[in-house]
């Protein structure tokens, strides 16, 4: 996303990748859930549109480039972000669980990933017991793999049952469901003390009870009742528990602070430590694709300000962060999906029907609430407005009745006692400018002062 944008702004963009082909951990996502030519399209489209150069086989650190390299070729700007690509090996307190080396044990990121390159036989999995050890939505997406292959998946993880407890299980309710629905059988509130093998291969793994995952800081620091021990057998192990970065390369480059965290500054996305190289993505902070990119956009932004020498900060940061939800608001609710009965589903066709085109139609109007004016300025933007409108109460006027508390949908009335007496006052970065409380107001004491009347009578005059 970064190169597209900055491709739009102008500027000559190489991806480097040591891969054979684009889409990182999007490749890892099972058939079923994003088809391969979906993916395929969407950059083959990019890069044409966008001409931008893709240089495969090209490593960052380890023996492949430095920065300096990069420099020395003439690059101005660099964005790294490399993802997550290190599967988490299972621990316990401080120590590695023995038993990683048995045949038949292996780490559930790097399988989604072979499966999807067409490397692994069914037969890995046909008529065996296979044991997925984690919570999250990718330990969903490696038993649902799994069982697609004919195995007879279970799942065991730290967390318990109630998502709704500081201690539940993080995979989204849809995945627990259509697994459960699949015939996957979860196993909650445990761990994995030792991996036990007979021969070289895999047999079972030994489970304490884990009787909490998070510690009163909320730091992930899980506990366990080692007299409550539980067995659980299989013929292969699958270890998802999660991903971390390749540190190698930022440790080399000096991009770590002294606790060996990456050193970026979060609003431009550039390395406190080196000028002109920005950070962003998984690598940064593990999300979602979409995360990813805004963290793309936001570095083209900081490389487009950086290379023209302008300020990087200025103007960009957020007043006001977060949305109220208005309230007073009918609800649409978003239009069930309909997915395949299991009994179709155990392949890797995408099972979700999606939405009509009526339906995508409606909920791509959807409003998205998306901030207040603070946040939003997009009056200001398409100059409609020189500035945010400022919105006033007539002290005056105001009986204190109330009227406007009960209208405005974004709760940013309220009264305050004054020489007057119970007053209304506008929380200036929770109004929306929306009008409501302005018509509704008994004693006509709520003003918005705008531009929209001669905004229009200008564009009016124009014709
Ligand atoms: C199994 C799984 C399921 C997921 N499901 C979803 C989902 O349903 N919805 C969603 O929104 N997100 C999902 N995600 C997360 C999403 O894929 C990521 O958030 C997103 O891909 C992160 O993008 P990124 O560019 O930061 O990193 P990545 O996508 O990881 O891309 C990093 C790229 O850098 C390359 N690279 C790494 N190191 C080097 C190096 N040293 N030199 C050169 N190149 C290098 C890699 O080969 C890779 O192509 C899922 C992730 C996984 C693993
Ligand atoms: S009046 Fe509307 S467009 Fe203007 S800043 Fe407020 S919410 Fe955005
Ligand atoms: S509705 Fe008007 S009169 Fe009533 S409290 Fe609000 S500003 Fe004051
Ligand atoms: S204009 Fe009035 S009703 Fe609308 S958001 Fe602002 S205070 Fe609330």
New binding site residues.
Partial sequence: MCAYMLTKMGYQVSILERGSELGGALRYIPKYRLPKNILDTTFNNLIRIAHIEVKFGVEMGNDGKALADLKNENYRAVFVATGTPNPRPLTIGRERVAGEELEGVMFGLNLLFDVNQGKVSPQLFQGKRVVVVGGGNVAFDVARTARRFGGDASLICLESEDKSSKDGIPADVEEIEGATEEGIKITYSRGVEEIIGEGGKFKKIKCPRCTSVFDEDGRFNPKFDRSDVLYLEGDVLLITIGQGPERAFFQQEGLLDERGRLDVDQLTLMSNRKEGVFIGGDVRRIGFAAEAMRDGIVAAESIDRYLKGKDLKAGREKEYESATIPKLMDYKSQPELVWAPVEERLNFEPFEKGFTLDEAVQEARRCLC?????S?????V?E??PE??EIEVNKDLCSGCKVCLAVCPYDAARLEKSDEGLVAVIDDFKC??CGLCVTACPAGAITIK?RFAETVADAYASL
């Fill in positions: 998306c901030g207040p004016c603070k939003c300025k997009g009056c200001v398409l409609f407005q945010i409108s929306k400018r705008d």
